[in-house]
T-cell receptor, first 115, second 109 residues
């Protein structure tokens, strides 16, 4: 049990669907992250939140929309995705943003398939 | 640009020792992390190096040379459960993690 949970674990959606990914951390951390992991590629940082404020947005297409209602919950809203968006989406948390040595704790991920 | 290089795949024998290398070129340096990721699971933290030298933690050790932009993860007394991907990540001057693509380690009996 990592302390970071994600739902759903698997999601298949059509290109016209709207769906949301949910992440919850039970560690009392102030920072939360969304990553995209594609096969044989480095983890791509998508969004960073610090105490519910977005502090980083790495040129992610607008069809991905994050939401952080409080420091324990993070959502990724998906709309009109493309097949190349199929990947493993990982949520992570850490004590703070911008702190050396601050390890990140990952959730198990949502395996997304866009048809 | 920023870049992390590590081998795509390695194979080793149960009970043996394996060294996974990682070289990096980043804008600044605030430490290097190693994570382990079993197939279909979350990455889990293994080690953090910010100063040159070797950090030992049980069967796993991690080494850093900042002047060479180089690190390695050393796994001793390999067990079948060590079959996983090993991810190297560097924290840059903005405290953002830059990730390598991971090294898939296959352990054979």
């Amino acid at each position: 049990e990592t302390g970071v949970t994600q739902t759903p674990r698997h999601l298949v959606m059509g290109m016209t669907n709207k769906k949301s990914l949910k992440c919850e951390q039970h560690l009392g951390h102030n920072a939360m992250y969304w990553y995209k992991q594609s096969a044989k590629k480095p983890l791509e940082l998508m969004f960073v939140y610090s105490l519910e404020e977005r502090v980083e947005n790495n040129s992610v297409p607008s069809r991905f929309s994050p939401e952080c209602p409080n420091s324990s919950h993070l959502f990724l809203h998906l709309h009109t995705l493309q097949p190349e968006d199929s990947a493993l989406y990982l949520c992570a948390s850490s004590q703070e943003v911008g702190q050396g040595g601050d390890e990140q704790y990952f959730g198990p991920g949502t395996r997304l398939t866009v048809t | 640009g920023q870049n992390i290089d590590q081998p795509t795949e390695m194979t080793a024998t149960e009970g043996a020792i394996v060294q996974i290398n990682c070289t990096y070129q980043t804008s600044g340096f605030n430490g290097l992390f190693w994570y382990q990721q079993h197939a279909g699971e979350a990455p889990t933290f293994l080690s953090y190096n910010v100063l040159d030298g070797l950090e030992e933690k049980g069967r796993f050790s991690s080494f850093l040379s900042r002047s060479k932009g180089y690190s390695y993860l050393l796994l001793k007394e390999l067990q079948m459960k060590d079959s996983a991907s090993y991810l190297c990540a560097v924290m840059d001057s903005n405290y953002q993690l830059i990730w390598g693509a991971g090294t898939k380690l296959i352990i054979k009996p």
